[in-house]
């Protein structure tokens, strides 16, 4: 099975169903969290902020997996965002398309959260070499299997596990 992942220091907007706070985690804190039998009890939902249309909202996390080591390059975009990424993982471009970020190419338009918590779009200004890294993806619940990494509009794990 081949995943599509983030780097672990990729920071995603976390809250639990029954709790109106949010947190912020890295991916990488959020899968010791995830996994943890010291957390809040499992009838309590895990959520991951996400676009959809032209606002914000909350889905559920189903998993969250640790892939190992592989593969990624940095996306680095025109207003200052960034995100670390394997080839395969999709982002969000225009308003409702997805593509995987080795077709990706300077100049694109990416999606992502403005202060406001409303859509907005940036354009990659470049990317980097790759390089080697720990790598993680989250499992979001249908219809929304995708998620907010960095502010940028990332999709989830898609197939079987």
């Not at 996994?35 to 889905?59: A, F």
């Not at 390089?131 to 794990?157: D, M, R, S, T, W």
């Amino acid at each position: 099975m081949k995943l599509d992942c983030l780097t672990g220091d990729t920071v995603v907007d976390f809250r639990l169903s029954t709790k109106r706070n949010v947190t912020i985690y890295t991916l990488k804190d959020f899968y010791a969290y995830f996994h943890s039998t010291y957390q809040t009890p499992v009838i309590c939902e895990k959520n991951i902020k996400t676009l959809t249309g032209l606002n914000t909202k909350y889905t559920t996390v189903k998993s969250i997996i640790r892939a190992g080591i592989r593969r990624v390059r940095i996306i680095k975009l025109e207003n200052g965002f960034n995100v670390t990424t394997t080839a395969e993982h999709k982002i969000g471009i225009r308003f409702y398309d997805f593509m995987a970020a080795k077709h990706l190419m300077e100049g694109d338009l990416i999606r992502i959260c403005l202060k406001d918590n409303k859509i907005g779009f940036s354009i990659i200004e470049s990317f980097s070499d790759w390089f080697e890294q720990p790598v993680y993806n989250v499992i979001c619940a249908e219809p929304n299997n995708h998620f907010l990494a960095n502010k940028i509009h990332v999709g989830g794990f898609e197939g079987e596990l």
